[in-house]
């Protein structure tokens, strides 16, 4: 999957479409999931053009792999569920059915998840 600059996430960091942001620096934006499936949804996006995390570890520096990671950590502390627990979720192509060529991690929580894939999938 080629990363296409027309993505829903790619005109969120640029401003052009509106949303509901939690945290923000020069490499991270925090957006609050306009369709939530938990009472805690939130999508960790890195500003820089990445499909997928396939993309971003092979393409990004440690560093900014580091600080990502950390802020996700953040973020999940300051929503006050870092004691009660949370499930990061990131697709990778076809088979993960990733819909948005822009490499994101969703946070839920705020509620039992249940297992992670269900009985009856295997």
Do not use: C
């Not at 640029?14 to 938990?38: F, M, Q, T």
């Not at 999508?43 to 600080?67: M, N």
């Not at 990131?90 to 009985?119: S, W």
Request: proline residues 6%; neutral net charge; without cysteine.
């Amino acid at each position: 999957m080629a990363y296409n600059s027309d993505n829903i996430f790619a005109k969120i960091i640029n401003g052009l479409l509106p949303s509901n942001k939690l945290y923000e620096d020069e490499h991270v934006l925090v957006i609050r999931d306009k369709y939530p499936v938990a009472p805690v949804h939130v999508l960790v996006l890195p500003k820089a053009q990445y499909v997928s995390f396939d993309d971003f570890v092979a393409g990004e520096t440690p560093e900014t792999i580091a600080h990502f990671f950390k802020i996700i950590r953040k973020v999940a502390h300051d929503l006050n569920i870092g004691t009660s627990g949370y499930r990061l979720i990131t697709n990778h192509g076809r088979d993960a059915v990733q819909t948005v060529p822009h490499f994101h991690v969703h946070i839920l929580a705020g509620k039992n998840l249940g297992n992670l894939i269900p009985e009856s999938a295997n």
